[in-house]
Protein backbone atom coordinates (compact mmCIF):
# COMPACT_ATOMS: atom_id res chain seq x y z
CA UNK A 1 0.00 0.00 0.00
CA UNK A 2 1.41 3.65 -0.79
CA UNK A 3 -0.02 6.89 0.01
CA UNK A 4 -0.70 8.27 -3.61
CA UNK A 5 -1.42 12.11 -4.00
CA UNK A 6 -4.71 11.77 -5.83
CA UNK A 7 -6.37 15.70 -6.25
CA UNK A 8 -6.27 18.99 -4.42
CA UNK A 9 -9.55 19.63 -2.16
CA UNK A 10 -10.35 22.77 -3.79
CA UNK A 11 -11.09 20.58 -6.77
CA UNK A 12 -13.50 18.45 -5.59
CA UNK A 13 -17.18 20.07 -5.76
CA UNK A 14 -18.80 19.97 -2.20
CA UNK A 15 -21.26 17.64 -1.36
CA UNK A 16 -20.08 15.78 -4.85
CA UNK A 17 -17.85 13.53 -6.25
CA UNK A 18 -14.92 13.89 -8.55
CA UNK A 19 -13.51 11.13 -10.76
CA UNK A 20 -9.57 10.68 -11.16
CA UNK A 21 -7.71 8.32 -13.52
CA UNK A 22 -4.87 7.70 -12.22
CA UNK A 23 -2.26 5.37 -14.12
CA UNK A 24 -2.01 1.76 -13.31
CA UNK A 25 -4.63 2.25 -10.65
CA UNK A 26 -8.85 2.03 -11.62
CA UNK A 27 -10.96 4.88 -12.06
CA UNK A 28 -10.91 6.51 -8.11
CA UNK A 29 -14.11 8.79 -7.17
CA UNK A 30 -13.16 11.40 -4.62
CA UNK A 31 -16.01 12.11 -2.33
CA UNK A 32 -16.36 15.43 -0.23
CA UNK A 33 -19.24 15.93 2.27
CA UNK A 34 -19.08 18.46 4.37
CA UNK A 35 -15.29 18.97 5.97
CA UNK A 36 -14.93 15.30 5.55
CA UNK A 37 -13.66 13.29 2.22
CA UNK A 38 -13.75 10.05 1.15
CA UNK A 39 -11.95 7.68 -1.84
CA UNK A 40 -13.64 5.11 -3.47
CA UNK A 41 -13.65 3.09 -6.58
CA UNK A 42 -15.80 5.12 -9.04
CA UNK A 43 -16.56 1.84 -10.62
CA UNK A 44 -20.06 -0.02 -9.53
CA UNK A 45 -19.50 -2.82 -8.57
CA UNK A 46 -22.96 -4.05 -10.36
CA UNK A 47 -21.55 -3.16 -13.76
CA UNK A 48 -19.50 -0.84 -15.38
CA UNK A 49 -21.12 2.49 -14.21
CA UNK A 50 -18.96 4.67 -13.40
CA UNK A 51 -20.78 6.79 -9.76
CA UNK A 52 -19.61 9.89 -10.49
CA UNK A 53 -20.60 10.29 -13.80
CA UNK A 54 -24.70 9.73 -13.44
CA UNK A 55 -24.66 8.70 -10.16
CA UNK A 56 -26.39 11.01 -6.95
CA UNK A 57 -24.88 11.55 -3.52
CA UNK A 58 -27.23 11.73 -0.62
CA UNK A 59 -25.47 12.07 2.26
CA UNK A 60 -22.84 9.57 2.85
CA UNK A 61 -24.96 7.60 0.07
CA UNK A 62 -23.89 7.16 -3.66
CA UNK A 63 -26.70 5.93 -5.41
CA UNK A 64 -25.67 4.27 -9.06
CA UNK A 65 -27.37 6.05 -12.15
CA UNK A 66 -27.16 2.93 -14.03
CA UNK A 67 -29.82 0.40 -11.93
CA UNK A 68 -29.71 2.52 -8.84
CA UNK A 69 -28.08 -0.02 -6.96
CA UNK A 70 -26.45 1.97 -3.80
CA UNK A 71 -23.53 2.34 -1.40
CA UNK A 72 -22.03 3.67 1.64
CA UNK A 73 -19.59 5.77 0.80
CA UNK A 74 -17.76 5.73 4.24
CA UNK A 75 -16.90 1.77 4.19
CA UNK A 76 -18.12 0.50 0.58
CA UNK A 77 -20.61 -1.31 1.86
CA UNK A 78 -23.85 -1.97 -0.25
CA UNK A 79 -27.25 0.15 0.82
CA UNK A 80 -29.00 -0.73 -1.99
CA UNK A 81 -29.76 -3.49 -4.30
CA UNK A 82 -29.14 -4.65 -6.80
CA UNK A 83 -25.29 -4.24 -5.84
CA UNK A 84 -24.28 -7.47 -3.92
CA UNK A 85 -20.22 -6.49 -3.42
CA UNK A 86 -19.19 -3.80 -1.24
CA UNK A 87 -17.11 -0.60 -3.04
CA UNK A 88 -13.51 -0.04 -2.41
CA UNK A 89 -12.66 2.33 0.02
CA UNK A 90 -9.53 3.58 0.52
CA UNK A 91 -7.41 5.38 3.78
CA UNK A 92 -7.34 9.64 3.46
CA UNK A 93 -4.88 11.88 4.56
CA UNK A 94 -5.12 15.51 3.91
CA UNK A 95 -1.40 17.69 3.16
CA UNK A 96 -2.11 20.77 3.23
CA UNK A 97 -4.88 21.58 -0.25
CA UNK A 98 -3.57 18.05 -0.91
CA UNK A 99 -6.16 14.73 -0.83
CA UNK A 100 -3.64 11.42 -0.28
CA UNK A 101 -5.20 7.99 -0.54
CA UNK A 102 -3.68 4.54 0.71
CA UNK A 103 -3.80 2.46 -2.40
CA UNK A 104 -2.91 -1.10 -2.90
CA UNK A 105 0.59 -1.38 -4.85
CA UNK A 106 0.18 -2.36 -8.72
FE1 LIG B 1 -24.59 0.16 -10.76
FE2 LIG B 1 -26.08 -1.76 -11.83
S1 LIG B 1 -24.29 -0.84 -12.64
S2 LIG B 1 -26.42 -0.70 -9.95
Known amino acids: ???TRICSISEIPEDDGLRV????????AVWCVGEAVFVTDDTCTHGKASLTDGGILDGFQIECGLHLGAFDIRDGSVTSAPCTVPLGVYPVRLQGDDVLAELPDT
Open 21 to 28: DLQNQPPL
Open 1 to 3: MTW
